[in-house]
C-alpha cells in the first residue's frame, strides 16, 4: 500500500491547533484529516496552493464528491473541516477571504416516511394488553386501546392526541365529539382542523370514558391520563406503543407518528384522493402530502399491472 502523502504544514499546524487548543477528540481529529486528505489531493492535482483556493474550486470539488457517492452528511463534514481551516489561517493574515464560506453540501435525499402494513396496523389494534404481575389492569387497557385507535383511525399528530380534553372548555386544545363522530384538534402552527372518527375509534372511546375517572385526578381535563393522574405526556404514549407493537410480534419499531403515516398511505392507496387526505394531515401545503404518492408507488405499479390492458406483455 502506498504512503499516504504529508500534510502541508498549514494542516499539520491547524491540526496540532485543534488537538491542544481546541482539545478535539482523537476520533474527531482523524475525521478532520481524512478531510484535510481531501483538499490537498484536490489542490495536487490543480496549479491551485491551498492558499490560493477560490470559492468557485470549492464549488466543483463539492459536486465532484456528490457525483462520486458521497453521502451529503459526509460532504457538509468535509466542507465544515475545510471552512474551519481556512478562519484559523485568515486570522494570521494568511488568506485574504474563507473560500468556503457560504458553500453547502447538496441537499440530502428527504427519506420516505414509515408506514405500517394493513395486517401490520389490525395486529397492533389487536394486541393483547400489557400485564402486571401476571393480570391485565383493564383501565390501562381501554385506554390504550383507544389511543391506537385515535392514531390510526383519525391520523392524529402525538401532540394533538395529548391535548384532547375529555369535554369541550374555554381552554380545551382539543375535544371529541362522539355525537358528530369528530375530532377537533389544534395542530401546527395552532391551526384548528376536525377530522372524522372511525367506528372502531367511537367504540374504543366510550370503553375508555367509562373508566376514565377511575385513573383521572378530580380537577384533571386531559382526555388521556396517566397512572398519576394528570395528563398522559408523549413520551409515554410512545413507549407504551413500543411496547404494544412488541408485544404484537412487530418486525419494527412503531411509533405515533408512524401510526399518522400509515393512516395517510391506506386512505390514498383506497381513495387516491390527495387534497382530502392534505385536509384530514392538516398540511398547510399539498407538497408535504405529495410524499405519500411516492410511498404509495409500489402499490399503486401492482395495481397497475394487474388491471391495465398495456401493462402485461404479450406471451
Not at 2 to 14: G, K, S, V
Not at 21 to 35: I, P, Q
Not at 60 to 66: L, P, V
Not at 82 to 89: A, F, I, M
Amino acid at each position: 500500500m502506498a504512503d499516504t502523502p504529508a500534510l502541508d504544514d498549514d494542516i499539520e499546524r491547524h491540526l496540532v491547533h485543534l488537538r491542544v487548543e481546541r482539545r478535539l477528540a482523537a476520533r474527531t481529529l482523524a475525521m478532520y484529516r481524512e478531510a484535510f486528505q481531501r483538499l490537498q489531493a484536490r489542490t495536487a492535482d490543480t496549479p491551485v496552493a491551498l492558499r490560493t483556493v477560490q470559492t468557485h474550486h470549492v464549488r466543483r470539488w463539492a459536486a465532484q464528491m456528490h457525483g462520486q457517492g458521497l453521502a451529503s452528511r459526509s460532504i457538509a463534514i468535509v466542507l465544515s473541516a475545510w471552512r474551519g481551516l481556512y478562519r484559523w489561517l485568515g486570522r494570521d493574515g494568511l488568506v485574504a477571504l474563507n473560500p468556503v464560506s457560504g458553500v453547502r453540501a447538496p441537499k440530502a435525499a428527504k427519506p420516505l416516511p414509515k408506514a405500517l402494513s394493513v395486517d401490520h396496523a389490525m395486529a397492533l389494534a389487536d394486541a393483547p394488553p400489557a400485564t402486571e404481575a401476571g393480570a391485565t389492569n383493564p383501565l390501562i387497557a381501554a385506554r390504550d386501546q383507544c389511543i391506537v385507535e385515535l392514531l390510526y383511525g383519525c391520523g392524529l399528530r402525538v401532540g394533538e392526541l395529548t391535548g384532547l380534553d375529555a369535554a369541550p372548555g374555554p381552554g380545551a386544545a382539543g375535544w371529541i365529539d362522539a355525537a358528530d363522530a369528530s375530532a377537533h384538534v389544534l395542530g401546527k402552527g395552532s391551526k384548528r382542523r376536525s377530522v372524522p372518527v372511525g367506528q372502531a375509534a367511537l367504540a374504543a372511546l366510550g370503553q375508555w370514558l367509562r373508566v376514565r375517572a377511575q385513573m383521572a385526578a378530580a380537577d384533571e381535563t386531559a382526555l388521556f391520563v396517566s397512572n398519576r393522574g394528570t395528563r398522559l405526556s408523549a413520551s409515554q404514549v410512545r413507549s407504551g406503543l413500543k411496547a404494544r407493537a412488541l408485544r404484537a410480534g412487530l418486525p419494527t419499531h412503531v411509533h405515533p407518528h408512524m401510526l399518522r403515516h400509515s393512516f395517510a398511505t391506506h386512505l390514498l392507496q383506497s381513495s387516491g384522493d390527495l387534497r382530502a387526505v392534505q385536509e384530514l394531515l392538516g398540511h398547510a401545503n399539498i407538497t408535504t402530502t405529495q410524499v405519500y404518492t411516492r410511498l404509495d408507488f409500489g402499490h399503486l405499479s401492482k395495481v397497475y399491472d394487474a388491471a391495465h390492458p398495456r401493462a402485461k406483455r404479450k406471451t
